[in-house]
């Protein structure tokens, strides 16, 4: 399902169906159905004015305007800033590689930052970074 192809307004019916807050607080299996936990986290969406087809529904809509994809780009290093054309770079910072492979992501990230910031003529980088990074503005 492509993102254009997602009906929202179904998502957004459904949230202006949704009985007021105080109207949920009464329902016992609502408390079981809209709490999670997972990796060290507890989520308790059971005091939102949520229930589970606006929950599925806000799933269906993520995924079908790539959610993963964009999630597994992000991760990668992949230009993502697609008005800048550069990756975001605090995954690459952040991530729990070996510090040889997260150092060569960050290599080829930076690389694609600097190569932007050469092209876009944006306030110059200290001298030192041209001397780790090189690109081409061909």
């Not at 957004?12 to 936990?37: K, T, V």
């Not at 990668?76 to 492979?101: F, K, V, W």
């Amino acid at each position: 399902m492509q993102h254009s192809d997602f009906p929202w307004s179904r998502l957004q019916a459904h949230a202006a169906s949704m009985p007021a807050l105080q109207s949920l607080a009464d329902d016992a299996p609502r408390g079981e159905q809209l709490r999670f936990d997972f990796a060290g986290l507890h989520l308790d969406l059971s005091r939102a004015r949520i229930d589970t087809e606006l929950l599925q529904l806000a799933i269906e809509g993520l995924q079908a305007g790539g959610l993963q994809a964009g999630r597994q780009a992000l991760f990668e290093g992949e230009l993502i800033n697609d008005s800048e054309q550069r990756p975001a770079l605090h995954p690459l910072l952040r991530a729990s590689t070996p510090t040889h492979e997260r150092l060569a992501r960050l290599r080829v990230a930076s690389s694609s930052t600097l190569c932007w910031l050469n092209s876009s003529k944006v306030s110059p980088l200290p001298a030192c970074s041209a001397v780790l990074i090189s690109c081409s503005t061909a």
